[in-house]
């Protein structure tokens, strides 16, 4: 147990942080630990621990991804347009929105392998043409969403928030087994020393476009869900969850020089960040004041993630972990 502690320390943390602040949140609702309170809180945490997950491969991989929130938009307002249906449509409109996810995260990885572009200036200049797109494609929030698939997908199963559930299903069904194949090790690979990876066959190339594919397919699942909760397309949405996003992930225990860090940490983060935000809006504190704490909280994660690379004298170090 010590054992297992110690290599999870980063998660263990975060979730330990988790925890503390949702007693006192709860503690502190009107409505205490009620099925409507968890529902609603755990359906906000879930958008923006999506958003984590994207910007997790990205990180993982050494990289930043400043698209997330871009495609989040494009996906949600596309979302708004192919899932007011029933039936056959509501499959093929959900299939559509996930797959342009994925291509615009193919697109940032092909620019990135293939153009030799530092991640943080490609998906710069890609946010803006996939805000360009969504605002193309809703120019003013609206739209609808399939009420029914929309309530199946936020509200409740036996008093358990469908929103926890999904997350267990994708920690359990997609993080679990992915870490241990060869994809999931070679993103650490890569994260922890991209040279050493590829001097030992790795095939860095494929590895990287992957953990982009993969950043895309979660940022249209954040995208997805966002839609759900809302019912509406908003092109607006784009950087306040990216930046959140990037917070989240070291808040969980992801390290920004990349190879150290998991899904669950991710998911953790994201959990505490709105967790805070949903404190602060119980707490009385005046609504003016909330965006100075909320940023105050985004600038000192960024710094905390930052500051284990200043600590390292030897760049050597790194790869040593």
């Known amino acids: 147990m010590r054992d297992f502690l110690r290599s999870n320390r980063r998660e263990v943390i975060a979730l330990a942080v988790l925890v503390a602040l949702l007693a006192v949140y709860l503690g502190t609702h009107p409505r205490g630990m009620s099925t409507y309170v968890m529902t609603i809180w755990a359906n906000q945490c879930l958008i923006l621990a999506l958003a984590a997950i994207a910007q997790f491969f990205a990180v993982i991989v050494r990289g930043i991804d400043l698209s ?7 996906t949600n307002t596309l979302a708004s347009h192919v899932l007011g249906g029933t039936g056959i449509e509501l499959i093929g409109g959900a299939g559509l929105v996930l797959l342009v996810g994925v291509l615009c995260g193919l697109i940032n990885g092909a ?56 997350a267990g299903l994708v920690i359990g069904l997609f993080w679990v087994p992915l870490r241990r194949t060869g994809l999931g090790l070679g993103l650490y690979a890569i994260g922890s020393s991209e040279q050493a990876a590829f001097q030992s066959g790795l095939q ?87 965006p100075l704490v909320e940023g105050l909280v985004l600038a000192g994660a960024i710094a905390i993630g930052g500051a284990e690379i200043l600590r390292v004298r030897n760049r050597l170090e790194v790869f040593a972990r």
Request: proline content about 4%.
């Open 204 to 290: 860095v190339r494929i590895v990287r476009m992957a953990s982009f594919g993969l950043g895309g397919l979660f940022a249209g699942l954040a995208g997805l869900y966002f839609s759900f909760v809302t019912t509406t397309g908003d092109a607006g949405i784009a950087t306040n969850f990216t930046l959140n996003s990037i917070a989240a992930v070291v808040l969980g225990g992801v390290a920004l020089r990349g190879g150290v860090g998991s899904v669950i940490g991710a998911f953790a983060g994201a959990f505490i960040l709105k967790t805070i935000s949903a404190l602060m809006f119980f707490s009385g504190l005046p609504p003016l004041a909330q």
């Open 111 to 166: 620019l990135v392998v293939f153009g030799r572009i530092q991640p943080i200036v490609v998906t710069l200049a890609t946010a803006s043409i996939f805000v360009g797109l969504a605002l193309i494609l809703r120019p003013t929030p609206g739209g609808q969403i399939n009420y029914d698939l929309a309530d199946a997908m936020t509200l409740d199963v036996l008093g358990i928030p469908t929103a926890l559930i999904i």
């Open 68 to 74: 997330v929130g871009a495609v989040m938009a494009l």
